[in-house]
């Protein structure tokens, strides 16, 4: 079945880079929207960026100027720049993914798929 697995997490000073990818596979699908969100610890999760199928993006105010979301749809990947990186970006970060599925028979349906998360730990 399709899954969604984010990478690229881990430790980085503050002021230091991190690009996390959110890879979709496992089934025929197409990629109409992903956003990125982050899970601080205590607090809820919330979004970060979203990027569209037609390639329209979205910053939450906190990493706006600060991050990039992109998509390499041959690689069937979006990728989240992080540049900039403070110590409040520690958190979670998950990847949704809303997916055209595609099935034998000409049927298809759309459907939302969460990344395991991975974790940003911004630090000195």
């Known amino acids: 079945q399709v899954q969604v697995v984010e990478s690229g997490g881990g430790l980085v000073q503050p002021g230091g880079s991190l690009r996390l990818s959110c890879v979709a596979s496992?089934?025929?699908?197409?990629?109409?929207?992903v956003g990125w969100y982050r899970q601080i610890s205590g607090n809820q999760r919330e979004l970060v960026a979203t990027?569209?199928?037609?390639?329209?993006?979205n910053y939450a105010d906190s990493v706006k100027g600060r991050f990039t979301i992109s998509t390499d749809k041959g690689k069937s990947t979006v990728y989240l720049q992080m540049n900039n990186l403070k110590p409040e970006d520690t958190a979670v970060y998950y990847c949704?993914?809303?997916?055209?599925?595609?099935?034998?028979?000409?049927?298809?349906?759309?459907?939302?798929?969460w990344g395991q998360g991975t974790q940003v730990t911004v630090s000195s």
């Open positions: 496992g089934g025929i699908f197409s990629i109409k929207a």
């Open positions: 990027v569209t199928s037609g390639g329209t993006t």
């Open positions: 949704n993914s809303e997916l055209n599925i595609y099935y034998t028979g000409g049927i298809s349906t759309t459907r939302t798929y």
